[in-house]
């Protein structure tokens, strides 16, 4: 017997503590501890906003600068490879020519090498040589013929300057093997620096192998200037220092997880401060322009490292105690709804599961504690009303006197918990809706205006040279074809020039009666006739923009034509930072884009298509780029237009690059400080629907049905079993009603059997 009542002991014991893995406990734990972190959050993060003397947005935007200028170089220098490459193999598909024949011609082509030899391979006797003189000796003839032999590679000047040195071997049969070289500068293509803007490419060492926007030792004409541009010479070069280092890294561990962008490694840099301006600067490497598969200019391990010098000033719209009287008034709403919680719900919750389970053990010399509020009075109501039906009180005697007692006046825990949730609401409905609201007076800094015009026109220049670079290929293909060429021949070369360069979709020889003579790739969408006086146009074959470029081939008396691909023009806009980009006409229809847009529709904003107008007015020698703050009242939009201005074929297409971003997505702290502001609020109402919502799924829910159940007992109702739901207080109180359910069956039927007994003895007493 004694070992039976210490297994029970144990057994309602573990009962008990099993109601404390869940229940009413766990939410309110919960919900203790998410306010304190809430409010610990609160009170550290607002006051660190506005504590950073150069905002986030700058820095990142000095990132963003960097990348344009990798991938402008990264781009120019693999176009140079290609092109000296493709050039090479053109000339050994035909007769043997000269080397004195094969610079004129890629020097009348091409005006991108700053020098260029042809030498024979196995004496070494240079045959021809244009433009500047070449470091020959650096070239090891005897390892030509090795795995990447012929790979570009960068050599040292004698005047300190560095130069990339690209080869291509020219073969005919019978003839000996001559060797192409041309030179190129480390020189950023058309990146536009703006003012008081330095830029450098620098070696995997981190060594400066070229820099821009410093002045020259000519150009400085003042103490202050001179001092003022050592001082930048240096911080380039600790930047340059720095940069070399970080470049080293895999660019899957220096972003995070998930983000997207520049594929290659870039960051950004603090220097130091000089008369109240802080140097900034970002740095990218060369990367390919697919994830993974290396170019030969991405090969070479160089680096761009971008700088310039920002005004440090800090921001006074942000209030630094806000944050610790947000988290005071959390903590004190927090505290009085957990108060109401444990005093008006879990209380009394733990009260009936203790009255319950001492009346299932047949303690009934107590009246039951009532709780007061809600379904806990209900259900302590009917205990009662059970423990005294134990006690032999008929029910159908209470069911007039006391049935409703435990309803009336009541507060239900739905209205206790939902009190609850209104405090938490009450502190978090204003921060995500009223408090802090940046609005439309918000300072933007100037760096990041300007870098949104410079930006817009390093890609409008970058458009300009791909579509310039599309027709010197053609240029290049046309002048290699002659009356004697056969249409399979051109065919091949056509074919040939579309695989290497894939901006293009069609390729095709174009007779001056409007035939075609050859083609490669798709069907051409060119109308029939003479090719037109322009060298790159732009034609509207149904409904969708057409990018058609013409080079003329004498001999042949015909035009090699070149479709580009819509999606090449794209593929250019799409820069991280920049926001929406599109490319229009001249009478401002969307040509390309960098995201969903209509072909040849309008701008359809207003304030755009006027900054476009007023970028294409001509301001002494010609259009400006223009960039300008839109504010209305959904906000601040940064916006800037360049017209696509420069020499070249492309020059008649008076085309303009136009950009634009809401100034809301930028890390300033006006915005990062709403950002937060509404990051708390809805972090405080996710705590309350998590939380509560779990406390009324667990505990509310299930308790209004107990206590329907509980009052049916009492009742009378002995045949619906009750059954736990969870096992927790709920479920215990309900256990506690199904062994009381039990007693009273029993007690009815002992008492059914002791009438039973009394009337069967009084039968034979009467009879005699």
Known sequence: MAASRTKRRHKVRRRADMSLLGGIRPPIAALSALLLALAALTAFQFGRVGEDAVPEAVLTSQQHFAEDGAIALRAGLDESITDLSRTASLFNAGDPVSADTVLDKLGNVYQKWRGMAVLEIKSGKLEAQRGENLPLTAIDRSKLTDD???APRMVRLENGETRLLTLAVLSWPGKPQLLLVASSSLKFPGVSLGK????????????????????????????????????????????????????????????????????????????????????????ASLAGPEAGVPTAASALGLTVVAMVNVTE????GVDPFFGIAAAGALLVMGAIALAVLIGTVQKPLLQLFLESRRLSRGDLTRPVSLPKYGEASRIGAALERLRRQLLGEPAEEQQG?????????????????????????????????????????VAIPQTIINDQRERTDTLADR???ALNEGHADLTSVASMLGGDTSPSDMTTILERTLTQHPRYESLYVLKNDGSIAAKAGKDPRHPSGKPPGQAVTLLEAKNEPVIVAYAEAPGLKASVVGELRIDFLNSLLKRPGLGQVRVVDEKHRVIGGNSGYLAFEKLGDEKIDALVSGANQKVGKGPRPSSMLLRDGGGIDIAAAVPMVGGGAAKPLAWTVVSWQPAKGLAIPEYNLQNRTVLAGLLGLTAVAACLGWMHIIVVRPLRQLAQRAEALADGDR????????????????????????????????????????????TPAGRN
């Open 463 to 465: 458009i300009r040279r």
């Open 148 to 150: 990447n032999g012929l």
């Open 401 to 441: 006197r006391d049935s409703g007692r435990g309803r009336r006046g009541r507060i239900g825990m739905r209205a206790l918990v939902a009190i609850c949730a209104a405090l938490i609401v009450v502190w978090s409905a204003p921060l995500v809706l009223l408090i802090n609201r940046a609005g439309d007076s």
């Open 313 to 316: 000033e800090r921001t006074a």
């Open 719 to 762: 045949r619906t079993v009750l059954f736990p739901t969870h096992h927790d207080e709920v479920g215990a109180v309900t256990r506690s009603l199904e062994v009381i359910r039990q007693q009273l069956v029993e007690l009815k039927k002992r008492e059914a059997s002791g009438s039973a007994g009394r009337a069967g003895k009084a």
């Open 196 to 283: 008081f803007r330095a830029i450098a490419v620098v070696d995997h060492t981190g060594q400066i192998l070229s820099s821009d926007g410093l002045a020259n030792d000519e150009q400085i004409q003042s103490d202050e200037v001179k001092e003022s541009t050592e001082q930048s010479r240096k911080q380039l070069k600790k930047f340059a220092k720095i940069a070399g280092k970080k470049a080293e890294q895999h660019p899957q561990k220096t972003k995070e997880p998930g983000a997207g962008g520049f594929l290659g490694v870039s960051g950004h840099m603090l220097g130091s401060l000089n008369s109240g301006e802080r140097a900034v600067a970002g740095y």
